[in-house]
């Protein structure tokens, strides 16, 4: 996993990143500079003098001041300082961006390129797949892969910085440095094996906060049989139960974390202060030196334990990089067709025609859902689809829409399968009002213009007034600038209804398919819409699903499903639904 995501961040921008390592090796040199003018500066002060052990370096930096033409005082080697620090400061600065711009682009570049996969998916993809695991795989998961990210940079900069900081220190005492790097190389044996348990706390918690996000979208969309329940206490109990979890597996991490940092100051400590008693005990060690081994010690051992600690980060992140990249490739091994470009709409001038049409959902056990459907819609006419619930009337319509795809048999309109990208072509041509009607959380404006982005005030209006919703909208407090609220909530099941109706008809279909579209209407609005429907008679195919007498009676044709098969005798139909009258039913069959 870690290689994929090696992998996916060196194709994302080597540029940028090769940019902000080489900033980093030129920090890192700032900061070795720095280190190196402690040495004049000590010599500076007088301290040198008694052993000169780096009598070398402060040759060289007289050298350099000397060349630069800078007297070599306190206050020349000060203002230096200064001038290193503020460019250093600028530096560091100007790189955080870019580490920042790198980071979050490969974040929105992972999240751009699964919600187009996500786009792209056929609807089983949605069918398999849980809309809160989504959720999280595109917020939670994608910042957690940023923040890997992050870390990876500032891994690769801790790891050039230390070269060059051993660099120097090799520079300063090769005894010395060796000993703290063999310290530092200890400690990081010694603490290897936290690192798998951190990627183990990774994945726990990544499905905890899984969880927690499953338990949200739940409770939120159940909230209101909830609360007429009162069953809010036990949501609170199953909720709290979940954020426990994520508290408690983040804990964990984080203790395993500063842990690695503690025990590294722990062993820093004891090494340096057995150093020191040795130094001390045995004698013949200079002041510089002294100053020099703790100047190391202090600048060589945190770097190991950073380095540790960021790559506890990286594998404590990449559970959620695999879940993205998991979900990823759900989404792209179910592709839909792509529409090829400049095609045209399917045209509907004759019939829709299903042909031994055999169905059934993954989940299903080997049951069909829809068995061996032979039956026509005629272009321009209106068909009554009815029959018991689960009888498979919504199924029918989903593959008349192309979301679902015979597993046996074969849909055609006017002679021309649908499948591959004749489904985009047929999808456009088609307004469809489902059972459960969707809203955005905008204005009635946008909620219609989101199904027809070109379309006109007058349309807008014109397709309020066929789903009888033209009065309705006026009467709203800002016409059709009215935000609708959350999934529409602020309006009434049938004026969310007529709404979803008018957005259809927006569109100008050559086919609508109506899936109980009005069962949520008074006696008075649903004649209204049916008559209105019945207006576009002779000029569009029309598929009306629906339970009531009164919808369906305008119908040229009726269909009946029971148990996800025609029915192919008047009696059958009337024994399953006893008060609807069946005019049509024979002919539906032929
Ligand atoms: N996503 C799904 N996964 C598995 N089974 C499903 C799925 N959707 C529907 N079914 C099953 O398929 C059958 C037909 O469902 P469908 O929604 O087509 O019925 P319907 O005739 O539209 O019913 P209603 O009148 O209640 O809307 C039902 O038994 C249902 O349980
Ligand atoms: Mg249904």
């Not at 940028?16 to 040199?29: D, F």
């Not at 580490?99 to 490969?106: E, L, V």
């Not at 990774?202 to 906060?209: K, P, V």
């Not at 027809?452 to 309705?472: K, R, Y």
């Amino acid at each position: 996993m870690l290689n994929q995501y090696l992998r996916a961040i060196i194709a994302f921008d080597l540029k940028k990143i090769c940019i902000s390592l080489v900033l980093t090796v030129a920090l890192g040199l700032g900061q070795g500079i720095g280190l190196v003018m402690l040495v004049p500066l000590l010599t500076l002060l007088g301290l040198g003098k008694t052993g000169e052990p780096a009598g070398g370096i402060s040759t060289a930096a007289v050298g350099i001041f000397e060349w630069v033409g800078l007297p070599f005082t306190l206050l020349s080697i000060l203002c230096l300082y200064v001038v290193m620090v503020s460019l250093h400061a600028a530096a560091t600065r100007y790189q955080a961006v870019l580490n920042t711009r790198i980071t979050s682009g490969f974040t929105q570049a992972l999240r751009n390129r699964m919600y187009r996969a996500l786009c792209r998916a056929d609807w089983t993809c949605f069918l398999e797949m849980k809309t809160s695991s989504v959720v999280h795989v595109m917020t939670s998961d994608l910042q957690k892969v940023g923040f890997a990210t992050q870390q990876l940079l500032q891994l690769i900069g801790t790891v050039m910085i230390s070269l060059v900081h051993i660099g120097v220190a090799l520079l300063l005492s090769v005894p010395m440095t060796l000993f703290a790097l063999v310290c530092g190389g200890i400690f990081l044996m010694i603490l290897r094996p936290l690192n798998s348990r951190v990627g183990r706390f990774g994945h726990y918690l990544r499905d905890a906060s899984d969880s927690l996000y499953a338990a949200l979208t739940e409770h939120l969309g159940g909230m209101k049989v909830v609360k007429s329940l009162g069953l809010e206490p036990e949501n609170i109990r199953r909720f709290e139960t979940v954020t426990n979890d994520v508290t408690l597996q983040t804990v964990r991490f984080t203790a395993i974390n500063t842990a690695t940092r503690m025990w590294y100051q722990v062993g820093a400590a004891t090494a340096l202060s057995l150093f020191f008693y040795f130094a001390v005990t045995f004698g013949g060690m200079a002041a510089t030196d002294l100053l020099i081994m703790i100047f190391l010690f202090a600048r060589i051992l945190p770097r190991f334990s950073t380095l540790q600690q960021h790559v506890q980060r990286i594998a404590h992140a990449l559970p959620s990089f695999k879940g993205a990249l998991e979900m990823e490739k759900q989404f792209q091994t179910h592709q839909e067709a792509v529409i090829p470009a400049g095609a045209k709409n399917l045209s509907l001038n004759h019939e829709i025609c299903f042909s031994q049409v055999y169905f059934r959902y993954p989940q299903t056990n080997g049951a069909w859902t829809l068995e061996n459907i032979t039956c026509s819609l005629p272009a321009g006419k209106t068909t009554a689809l009815i029959g018991p619930s689960g009888g498979g009337k919504s199924t029918l319509a989903d593959l008349l829409l192309g979301l679902i795809t015979p597993d046996r048999g074969s849909i055609t309109i006017d002679g021309v399968p649908l499948q591959g990208p004749h489904i985009h072509q047929w999808r456009r041509t088609v307004g469809y009002v489902p059972q459960d009607t969707f809203l955005f959380h905008d204005t009635v404006r946008a909620n219609l213009m989101w199904a027809m982005p070109e379309a006109e005030e007058a349309d807008l209006w014109h397709a309020l007034s066929q789903s009888a919703a033209e009065e309705m909208v006026k009467g709203l407090p800002d016409g059709l600038d009215t935000i609708l609220g959350d999934r529409g909530v602020r309006l009434s099941g049938g004026e969310r209804q007529r709404i979803a109706l008018a957005r259809a008809l927006l569109r100008k279909p050559s086919c609508l398919i109506l899936d109980e579209a009005t069962s949520a209407l008074d006696q008075d609005n649903q004649a209204r819409i049916m008559d209105a429907v019945s207006r576009l008679h002779g000029r569009i195919t029309i598929l009306i699903i629906a339970h009531r007498q009164s919808t369906i009676q305008g119908a040229d044709k009726m269909i009946a499903l029971h148990n996800g098969k025609l029915l192919q005798k008047t009696r059958n139909l009337k024994s399953i639904t006893p008060r609807l009258k069946t005019k049509g039913l024979e002919k539906a069959q032929k």
